[in-house]
Nanobody
Framework: QVTLVESGGGWVQPGGSLRLSCVANMSLDPVFSMTWWRQVPGQLREIVASLNNRDDSIDYIDRTERRFVMSRDRTKNTIYLQMNSLKTEDTAKYTC?????????WGRGTQVTVSS
């Protein structure tokens, strides 16, 4: 059973930074893709950033405006989302997802709240 555990969320003032982590209980090497999603209650879940493990390309949604950086540490089976210059509209529950062996696996998510 693949498990993903996120951490690093919390409350931060506008303009602040947070780094989210997602630890997998397996090697990330055979994973096809790794994605950070976010969702606000009452709205559809949206992709924040997605990493293609075959060519290391990373796609970001436009709204992050280069404020967010996704990365991975193979030695720690961990993916990260560094979020800078946070805005109130970044408030959401952030969840990591991997696509592996034809299946999607999800973490439980971590809440990020940006407010003054």
């Amino acid at each position: 059973q693949v498990t993903l555990v996120e951490s690093g969320g919390g409350w931060v003032q506008p303009g602040g930074s947070l780094r989210l982590s997602c630890v997998a209980n397996m090697s990330l090497d055979p994973v096809f893709s790794m994605t950070w999603w976010r969702q606000v209650p009452g709205q559809l879940r949206e992709i924040v950033a997605s990493l293609n493990n075959r060519d290391d390309s990373i796609d970001y949604i436009d709204r992050t405006e280069r404020r967010f950086v996704m990365s991975r540490d193979r030695t720690k089976n961990t993916i990260y989302l560094q979020m800078n210059s946070l805005k109130t509209e970044d408030t959401a529950k952030y969840t990591c997802n991997i696509f592996y062996d034809g299946l999607n696996f999800w973490g439980r998510g971590t809440q990020v709240t940006v407010s003054s």
